[in-house]
């Protein structure tokens, strides 16, 4: 008896350091065209490495503080990137504002020659676009395949992100997004880490169907 006792009473702390932080909020409503979205048990702060803006340089992600961003990894070269950008340019067009944006980093080398002249063509209508020069950041923040969005408190913390492609205009992905603005300043928040997120995922060369490799993967220094 005792040692039954004893089984349930660690099953119990078990699931009690299991569920996740959104849990006294209610459950994000991951589902449907976003059930792959990986929500992390607490936020953790995004990297402070440079990207690259093309009218500033390098530039941190600070700039955003008091927004909530969907961050979104890309490149002309991968085809899922590409299929997904419309959705992304339609989110950002609905949603804007001082507290809300769509950040795209490019993972691309050819600078903004290419992808300017990439997103010209594609019609996408998302400012925030910026080069991600040596795949610093891609590296910084975990990203390991193409496309990954994250999406950013307004205190710059990761709440989770998807692996792979989705329209992020449709109800179940503005569900999920709208479920991390209305709850970004309850949720509690873990210490800054100095690699960003830590997320347990398959090798680059074992991307799912529907991803790309992230070149972030195999690039060095």
């Not at 830590?198 to 991307?207: G, L, T």
Request: aromatic letters at 8%.
């Amino acid at each position: 008896m005792r040692n039954f006792l004893l089984t349930l009473m660690g099953a119990a702390a078990v699931i009690a350091v299991t569920v996740p932080a959104s849990a006294d909020h209610g459950e994000a409503p991951i589902e449907g065209i976003v059930q792959n979205f990986f929500e992390l048990e607490k936020p953790v702060a995004a990297p402070d490495t440079p990207v690259v803006s093309k009218d500033e340089g390098p530039i941190t992600l600070d700039r955003f503080r008091g927004k909530f961003v969907v961050l979104n990894f890309w490149a002309t070269w991968c085809g899922p990137c590409i299929r997904e950008l419309p959705s992304l340019s339609r989110l950002n067009a609905e949603f804007a504002g001082d507290d809300f944006a769509v950040v795209l980093i490019s993972q691309d080398r050819g600078g903004f020659k290419q992808t300017d002249r990439f997103l010209k063509k594609l019609k996408i209508d998302i400012p925030d676009a910026f080069i991600d020069e040596k795949l610093k950041y891609s590296r910084a923040i975990g990203v390991r395949s193409l496309p990954t969005t994250i999406l950013l408190g307004p205190d710059g913390n990761e709440f989770g992100r998807l692996t792979g492609s989705a329209e992020w205009d449709e109800p179940e992905a503005v569900a999920l997004v709208n479920f991390y603005r209305e709850h970004a300043e309850n949720l509690p928040v873990q210490k800054p880490a100095e690699t960003g997120a830590v997320i347990e995922e398959e090798p680059a060369s074992e991307a799912k169907a529907g991803e790309c490799a992230s070149k972030a993967a195999s690039t060095s220094g």
